[in-house]
T-cell receptor, first 108, second 116 residues
């Protein structure tokens, strides 16, 4: 079974709104990563948060990590049409495993 | 050009045939991975490699074989293709923190394989 599970599976919001996606994982981690996949393309790395960090920012992205709950969230603020994509979390120091992803649609 | 490339981009093969998907990276990253992506399953890890001559099974290794004689290449072979192996296959390589902890992974463009 996959290590990370994203929630919700699909999310549709209006442009300018914030989007929040969640990831739960099963075992202890060194770090947790978030990736974006545009339709039909390879995944692109967005941000990495280490196990001893609680929050990290990169531009309009904010990631939180709660190791006691084995969960992480990705917040995209002021969403744009170009943010339409699938978002995946990934864990695993050696065996890099991805969840099923959240399909985000930004409506104009 | 620097990066990670997969070939072919598209492949149609018949049931029972052997097919090899190629993956090449120019960074000398230690870790390399093969994933398959199917609707409803996200990305599932097939095999991964920590270094040349070191490979290990992922979540769905059955029916696949890998080798890694050189750091830059990580081919994936379907020994006898089945229709259930119709999928999009992604190769990736990863930067490591220290010797063994993955950080940022870089993905190829994918190979769309159809088994008929």
């Amino acid at each position: 079974s996959q290590q990370g599970e994203e929630d919700p599976q699909a999310l549709s919001i209006q442009e300018g709104e914030n989007a929040t996606m969640n990831c739960s994982y099963k075992t202890s981690i060194n770090n947790l990563q978030w990736y974006r996949q545009n339709s039909g393309r390879g995944l692109v790395h967005l941000i990495l948060i280490r196990s001893n960090e609680r929050e990290k920012h990169s531009g309009r992205l904010r990631v939180t990590l709660d190791t006691s709950k084995k969960s992480s969230s990705l917040l995209i603020t002021a969403s744009r049409a170009a943010d339409t994509a699938s978002y995946f979390c990934a864990t695993g120091a050696q065996k890099l495993v991805f969840g099923q992803g959240t399909r985000l649609t930004i409506n104009p | 050009d620097a990066g990670i490339t997969q070939s072919p981009r598209y492949k149609i093969t018949e049931t029972g045939r052997q097919v090899t998907l190629m993956c090449h990276q120019t960074w000398s990253h230690s870790y390399m991975f093969w994933y398959r992506q199917d609707l409803g399953h996200g990305l599932r890890l097939i095999y991964y490699s920590a270094a040349a001559d070191i490979t290990d099974k992922g979540e769905v290794p059955d029916g696949y074989v890998v080798s890694r004689s050189k750091t830059e290449n990580f081919p994936l072979t379907l020994e006898s293709a089945t229709r259930s192996q119709t999928s999009v296959y992604f190769c990736a390589s990863s930067v490591t923190q220290g010797a063994w902890v993955n950080t940022e992974a870089f993905f190829g463009q994918g190979t769309r394989l159809t088994v008929v």
